[in-house]
DNA sequence: GGGAAATTTCAAAGCGCTTTGACAACCAAC
DNA sequence: GTTGGTTGTCAAAGCGCTTTGAAATTTCCC
């Protein structure tokens, strides 16, 4: 059932038809409910790649999944998902993905631009320097960054945490309960939220005139295994960290198999804060010594862009452009006193 | 730039360079060769949406994805993605992720396939006697059902895991270590897998003239939380069980800590074992007492059925139109023979 | 060199929708 | 009875691509 068929069917023309169907004003009340009412028995839908392409307009946003076989899936990225739909389903928006290489992600976003199929886009795993922000500025669709890119002057619209604050506050909190050996448990080098968290945590030790030694630092995915591989590393240490900070529950995950594996105790050898994005599976007070966390729901950043994006796209008011969420900072068991000096 | 711009840079017309775009032979080599640089240099992309109304092909796969304000997201929705995801990039196919409020999907599948914006769907999630078969079927558009419908004839195309056999398979297991007492801790009662599995438990203890309680069966979203409740609401039974099976790691999580929390040990006190999809976050081997499982790799099914889906609508030759795979039951530590009558 | 066959290119139609600009039809007002 | 303003409807153009059927060009063989 198409169109043509349709205004066939009721004697009116196709003007008539899709006036009535999308709220024109100048269109009879009675023919207009003769139309809905046999769009009702008819079980039409306008073929939507149809209406793309005479409005332009898609009703959809598209985002970039990186994948590759054997590319361990992200639990991140479902929960953002989560936020976008939820967002989107209150607008009848829709998403479309693009499977992407990792490393092949700006080709696979101005595919995704350039192919007509969305109104918008979204972009995340966000790096230094990122290549895609000019990319994105010259195309001329709406965008929202998920996260920002170090390097890059802060002129594209985005919405981010504050993760540098996040993690400034949690090191001044372990300092303030005495600790001076510091480690990082960090995402990948590369990625834009890991460079902040790591000025962050340097510089609330500056202020104490310390530093974090390289051997301190590690980077890697943000797997338990990783986690778990990473604090093995920190505890063999001749003088080890007393204070870890870690980028994500879920390294946190594999890092408390550590301590415990070592015999040690969470919260009173070991002090540990991580980020907690809220992930369903990873509920920081669940664990068995319940997690200091700084915190920031990444399914509401989801939602939140799903907004923007979907507000943009309708014309529907102004938003801000750039928005810095700050993170809460949630004391727990894992995180005590220094233990004194041996 | 569109065809008519590039088809006027080239002095050809619409037609000669849409012929060397798509690889049709009744084209001069050197003119293709001319036209694919002249595409290098311009970046010329075709319009995705007028290419889907003149083919009616979208090079896409719809999905819905049940979600709702409040509704917890699905760690197993993303890990099938990524499955999708790994196909699906092979072939320059993507996805058209449409949200739904969970009570809706029939209605939301329906919408995505008449929308014109997708070439086939892919269906999860089933429920007994699920009203999205025969609405399927009356569609005229490939589909993989990923599950099966308890109750419906099976002669639609579908991928499923043999659920009965898997924790009919635990049962015995169980049994033959001297448990008597059991109990399941399942999914949504309605689904089509919490179905089977149950009746899996069911005929292994009618073998050995034993029932399943009310009192130990529990129906609930696969959550930590809800794991943690169940296997609390057993623990409290007079006679209680020592036997759990458990349709999921993410169940088995709150289960554990329930276990703990009683002062019992895992393996000895409770033999528990779990449906592991393989999530990437719940390793089955990295709990602190390893879990016997049941194993079938959900990434491994959604890649699976991508591939069955695109090779259908590129008609690259036949597929199966229903697997049913085994899973794999590995014992570890999570089960030992059943503790001495007091 | 002429005619048939094969090769290469083209103009135009069509996919299903929206939107522009024109046109009836009706009523009120002068 | 003309003008003027609504109101409701329509035919036709256009979105950017593919594909059909025909035309132009080249190649081949006798």
Not at 36 to 62: C, D, F, H, M
Not at 283 to 290: I, M, Q, T
Request: aromatic share 6%; proline share 6%; glycine share 8%.
């Amino acid at each position: 059932m198409n169109l043509k068929q349709l205004s066939q069917l009721l004697g009116l023309s196709q003007t008539t038809v899709s006036r009535a169907l999308n709220g024109y004003p100048e269109v009879n009340e009675a023919t207009r409910e003769r139309v809905l009412q046999a769009v009702k028995e008819t079980g039409y839908r306008p073929n939507k790649a149809a209406q793309r392409l005479a409005t332009g307009k898609a009703g959809s946003i598209g985002l970039v999944m990186p994948t590759a076989p054997g590319h361990q899936s992200d639990v991140h990225f479902g929960e953002f998902l989560a936020g976008l739909g939820e967002e989107s389903v209150r607008h009848d928006f829709h998403f479309v993905i693009m499977p992407s290489d990792p490393d092949d992600e700006v080709a696979a976003l101005r595919r995704l631009a350039i192919s007509g199929n969305v109104d918008a886009l979204f972009v995340a795993y966000m790096r230094g320097h990122d290549p895609r922000i000019p990319m994105l500025k010259s195309l001329s669709m709406p965008y929202v960054v998920h996260g920002r890119s170090f390097g890059s002057e802060p002129d594209y619209p985005f919405l981010d945490i504050d993760n540098e604050g996040a993690f400034y506050d949690a090191t001044r909190l372990l300092l303030q309960l005495g600790h001076t050996r510091f480690a990082l448990m960090n995402g990948p080098m590369h990625l834009d939220f890991a460079i902040r968290r790591k000025n962050g945590v340097i510089s609330a030790l500056a202020e104490r005139g310390l530093t974090l030694d390289e051997d301190c630092m590690s980077h890697a995915l943000m797997t338990d295994e990783q986690g778990l591989l990473a604090m093995e590393r920190f505890l063999q240490l001749p003088n080890r960290p007393t204070a870890i900070l870690c980028s994500s529950t879920v390294l946190a995950l594999g890092a408390i198999r550590a301590v415990n594996q070592a015999g040690l105790r969470l919260g009173e050898d070991i002090s540990l804060i991580a980020h907690d994005d809220v992930l369903p599976l990873l509920k920081p007070e669940s664990f068995s010594v319940p997690l200091t966390t700084t915190r920031s729901s990444l399914r509401a950043a989801g939602a939140r862009i799903a907004q923007r994006l979907i507000g943009t796209v309708k014309q529907a008011g102004p938003f801000p452009d750039q928005e810095l969420w700050k993170t809460e900072l949630i004391v727990r068991a894992s995180t005590g006193p220094a233990p004194q000096q041996l």
